[in-house]
């Protein structure tokens, strides 16, 4: 019987009604995709055109196929009974990296089991043998304390503060991409990994390897696209709060941080600086000529970031003809509303490329024109009401088969849109991220957190996390953004440690709504929305003030380095935060250091994450390290307490 067959550089088998694909797919890579009854189709959901892989050989026999794509071979057999495809993949040491469940015993398992959805798709689940002592990372943004994803269960599905980028690096020196934006999970077990889409066409997942992580991350950019250049003024300070709801008092900010002689890249305007959700421009009551305000801004060196969302109110002047002319996301039942937040809206479908023409117009006219060149794409995952995924349908398909596409595509109608207008390496600042969202300008930030310490540590793993899973722009609000009180002693060291750590993160941005928040009127005597409390470095107390200008300062200095960060991400596709596995990997300690971290290849940086501390143990691997504070040398391979006072964040400076 004849299992397996060549087309080109592919492998095809074919049995039971079942097509297996797998092909070269770039350096030292594959792609696999299977379907029932049908052909593979090429959906291209984050992968690009592969990159050309030149040392490729294949043989082909009735019963077993082997496939080797540089570093990487795939050994395939007919196994079992049923003659079911099980796949093998080894480094080219010939050490196994990646298994299929095997399904040849009286248990008779499915390494890719699809059922039926009647009159439907199909849910799939797809299985792999688990390996002790595997440590396993990425997978984007969850508000968990975890780096290491081994033993955990994970959704597949995006939430405010939840970024769900389902790309992993394991500890064996695979990379593995499960291409599928379906609503799902993934559980990383000790005797297996299973991946699940509720309702999908194929099974559709890519597979690299590498001898170090940095050859993982580069494969990995290559396959889904590398991050633009960082613009200038990506590298310093960005202040925001919550909200500055006018004119004149966004302005007064910019004016005391320059009268303050204080380093500042960006301010921001954030939500509800529009007449009503989805009108897309300024109210003219608050802020009457934005081209003159941004030509302020301009002059005194600052960009101007505006708040974009995508939610559309029922009371939009953009309503009726949106939802006429099916520019929407469509309620599968009931009423059509996606969310209760002030007032009923829709979201617009970003996946429909004719409603991200409209949006970008109104874009272009209402903020572009007047010469505002960074947007923040809040509500990005989108922030449906009750995360009734299966209640909700896409241009492109359902959003229990396609939903988690939503926010690369969000960052796509703005990038093309900027590019179109011939502007240079777009970034945006945006609430959520799926793989491939990197190479549409993605600056990611991890949401409406709360201003806890257990958040706070929550953050650096997420970071980390995504660095790992191909996003390496990426920031935080520093202080959190629920619940944080500027006048109580608590909250202020807690502001003053993250911001410490901010001045350690790809962009470093302060912004929350602090409390207590604050009335705004209109002129006629009725209600705005309300805006937080006072959010910039001076309004935390004489103590605070002078160690935030000491990292604002160190910010400014460390300009040259960061930048050369941003190159190296755009480049070669890595991190700039930086797991102590990703840089030692050799070294067991590392393996599952998630209170540590390097800021590229040169910083060791410690961020002091407990209320009270005055000191914290420190890992330090192989190497003299040497403090950027005291200029005190350590020799490496030792855990140390290292003295922390409320001024310093522990960093040590790699020096050999």
């Given at each position: 019987m004849k299992y397996f067959e060549q087309d080109g550089n592919a492998v095809i088998f074919r049995n039971l009604g079942e097509t297996l694909v797998v092909q070269p797919w770039g350096p030292d890579s594959v792609r696999v995709r299977a379907v029932l009854m049908g052909d593979v189709q090429d959906d291209r959901f984050a992968l690009l055109d592969p990159m050309p892989a030149e040392d490729v050989e294949i043989a082909v026999r009735d019963g077993d196929a082997?496939?080797?794509?540089?570093?990487?071979?795939?050994?395939?057999?007919?196994?079992?009974?049923?003659?079911?495809?099980?796949?093998?993949?080894?480094?080219?040491?010939?050490?196994?990296?990646?298994?299929?469940?095997?399904?040849a015993n009286a248990l008779v398992l499915q390494s890719r089991k699809f059922e039926p959805i009647i009159g439907g798709d199909n849910a799939l689940t797809a299985t792999f043998d688990g390996f002790d002592g595997e440590h396993i990372y990425g997978m984007g943004q969850y508000q968990e304390e975890y780096l290491d994803w081994k033993g955990c269960?994970?959704?597949?599905?995006?939430?405010?503060?939840?970024?769900?980028?389902?790309?992993?690096?394991?500890?064996?020196?695979?990379?593995?991409?499960?291409?599928?934006?379906?609503?799902?999970?993934?559980s990383f077990g000790r005797n297996r990994?299973?991946?699940?889409?509720?309702?999908?066409?194929?099974?559709?997942?890519?597979?690299?390897?590498?001898?170090?992580?940095?050859?993982?991350?580069?494969?990995?950019?290559?396959?889904?696209?590398?991050?633009?250049?960082m613009p200038e003024y990506g590298l310093g300070f960005w202040q925001c709060k919550l909200r500055y709801w006018n004119q004149e008092q966004l302005l007064n900010v910019a004016r005391e941080y320059k009268r303050r002689k204080l380093p500042i890249d960006v301010i921001v305007i954030d939500f509800f600086h529009w007449?009503?959700?989805?009108?897309?421009?300024?109210?003219?009551?608050?802020?009457?000529?934005?081209?003159?305000?941004?030509?302020?801004?301009?002059?005194?060196?600052?960009?101007?970031?505006?708040?974009?969302?995508?939610?559309?109110?029922?009371?939009?002047?953009n309503y009726g003809e949106m939802l006429q002319q099916g520019l929407l996301v469509r309620a599968e039942y009931g009423e059509q509303i996606g969310m209760r937040f002030v007032e009923d809206s829709m979201f617009f479908d970003a996946t429909n490329p004719r409603a991200r023409q409209y949006v970008w117009q109104k874009i272009k006219k209402n903020y572009?024109?007047?010469?505002?060149?960074?947007?923040?794409?809040?509500?990005?995952?989108?922030e449906w009401g009750t995360y009734d995924f299966k209640q909700y349908r896409y241009h492109i398909g359902s959003s229990q088969q396609v939903g988690n596409l939503y926010p690369q595509y969000y960052s796509r109608l703005f990038f093309e849109g900027m590019q179109a207008q011939g502007q240079e390496n777009p970034v945006n600042l945006v609430r959520c991220a799926w793989a491939g969202s990197q190479r549409y300008g993605a600056l990611v930030w991890s949401g409406d957190i709360m201003s806890r310490w257990e958040d706070f540590r929550r953050q650096v793993c997420a970071g980390l996390s995504m660095g790992v899973a191909g996003i390496p722009w990426w920031t935080t609000d520093i202080g959190g953004f629920h619940g944080g009180y500027p006048a109580h002693e608590d909250f202020r060291e807690l502001l003053v440690r993250w911001f410490q750590w901010g001045c350690y993160c790809p962009v470093m941005r302060l912004h929350?709504?602090?409390?207590?928040?604050?009335?705004v009127k209109r002129q006629d005597g009725s209600d705005a929305l309300f805006s937080g409390n006072d959010n910039e470095v001076w309004?935390?107390?004489?103590?605070?003030?002078?160690?935030?200008?000491?990292?604002?300062?160190?910010?400014?200095?460390?300009?040259?380095?960061?930048?050369?960060?941003m190159q190296e991400a755009h480049e070669a596709g890595t991190p700039l935060m930086r797991a102590m596995f990703y840089e030692f990997p050799?070294?067991?300690?590392?393996?599952d250091l998630k209170d540590q971290y390097m800021f590229g290849g040169k910083y060791l940086v410690a961020p002091v994450m407990e209320a009270g501390a005055r000191s914290r143990s420190v890992y330090f691997p192989a190497g003299m390290w040497k403090s950027v504070d005291t200029g005190e040398t350590v020799c490496g391979g030792q855990r140390l307490d290292v003295a922390a006072p409320l001024e310093i964040i522990p960093v040590y400076e790699r020096i050999c």
């Amino acid at each position: 019987m004849k299992y397996f067959e060549q087309d080109g550089n592919a492998v095809i088998f074919r049995n039971l009604g079942e097509t297996l694909v797998v092909q070269p797919w770039g350096p030292d890579s594959v792609r696999v995709r299977a379907v029932l009854m049908g052909d593979v189709q090429d959906d291209r959901f984050a992968l690009l055109d592969p990159m050309p892989a030149e040392d490729v050989e294949i043989a082909v026999r009735d019963g077993d196929a082997v496939l080797r794509v540089g570093k990487l071979t795939v050994q395939m057999e007919a196994a079992g009974w049923k003659a079911r495809a099980k796949l093998t993949f080894l480094n080219q040491r010939g050490e196994v990296l990646l298994r299929e469940t095997d399904g040849a015993n009286a248990l008779v398992l499915q390494s890719r089991k699809f059922e039926p959805i009647i009159g439907g798709d199909n849910a799939l689940t797809a299985t792999f043998d688990g390996f002790d002592g595997e440590h396993i990372y990425g997978m984007g943004q969850y508000q968990e304390e975890y780096l290491d994803w081994k033993g955990c269960t994970l959704e597949l599905a995006h939430r405010n503060s939840q970024a769900s980028v389902p790309f992993v690096m394991s500890s064996r020196g695979y990379g593995f991409l499960w291409h599928n934006p379906a609503i799902g999970w993934v559980s990383f077990g000790r005797n297996r990994t299973s991946w699940h889409a509720d309702a999908t066409r194929q099974l559709d997942y890519w597979v690299t390897c590498g001898d170090k992580p940095a050859e993982i991350s580069r494969n990995y950019a290559r396959a889904t696209g590398f991050v633009p250049m960082m613009p200038e003024y990506g590298l310093g300070f960005w202040q925001c709060k919550l909200r500055y709801w006018n004119q004149e008092q966004l302005l007064n900010v910019a004016r005391e941080y320059k009268r303050r002689k204080l380093p500042i890249d960006v301010i921001v305007i954030d939500f509800f600086h529009w007449p009503r959700m989805g009108d897309f421009r300024f109210d003219e009551e608050f802020f009457p000529d934005p081209a003159a305000m941004v030509k302020e801004l301009q002059e005194l060196g600052i960009e101007l970031m505006v708040s974009v969302w995508p939610q559309v109110a029922l009371t939009s002047e953009n309503y009726g003809e949106m939802l006429q002319q099916g520019l929407l996301v469509r309620a599968e039942y009931g009423e059509q509303i996606g969310m209760r937040f002030v007032e009923d809206s829709m979201f617009f479908d970003a996946t429909n490329p004719r409603a991200r023409q409209y949006v970008w117009q109104k874009i272009k006219k209402n903020y572009y024109d007047h010469g505002i060149r960074v947007f923040w794409l809040d509500e990005a995952e989108p922030e449906w009401g009750t995360y009734d995924f299966k209640q909700y349908r896409y241009h492109i398909g359902s959003s229990q088969q396609v939903g988690n596409l939503y926010p690369q595509y969000y960052s796509r109608l703005f990038f093309e849109g900027m590019q179109a207008q011939g502007q240079e390496n777009p970034v945006n600042l945006v609430r959520c991220a799926w793989a491939g969202s990197q190479r549409y300008g993605a600056l990611v930030w991890s949401g409406d957190i709360m201003s806890r310490w257990e958040d706070f540590r929550r953050q650096v793993c997420a970071g980390l996390s995504m660095g790992v899973a191909g996003i390496p722009w990426w920031t935080t609000d520093i202080g959190g953004f629920h619940g944080g009180y500027p006048a109580h002693e608590d909250f202020r060291e807690l502001l003053v440690r993250w911001f410490q750590w901010g001045c350690y993160c790809p962009v470093m941005r302060l912004h929350g709504d602090r409390q207590p928040g604050k009335g705004v009127k209109r002129q006629d005597g009725s209600d705005a929305l309300f805006s937080g409390n006072d959010n910039e470095v001076w309004s935390f107390g004489e103590a605070a003030y002078p160690i935030l200008v000491k990292y604002l300062q160190r910010r400014e200095k460390l300009r040259p380095y960061v930048r050369g960060l941003m190159q190296e991400a755009h480049e070669a596709g890595t991190p700039l935060m930086r797991a102590m596995f990703y840089e030692f990997p050799e070294d067991a300690e590392c393996a599952d250091l998630k209170d540590q971290y390097m800021f590229g290849g040169k910083y060791l940086v410690a961020p002091v994450m407990e209320a009270g501390a005055r000191s914290r143990s420190v890992y330090f691997p192989a190497g003299m390290w040497k403090s950027v504070d005291t200029g005190e040398t350590v020799c490496g391979g030792q855990r140390l307490d290292v003295a922390a006072p409320l001024e310093i964040i522990p960093v040590y400076e790699r020096i050999c």
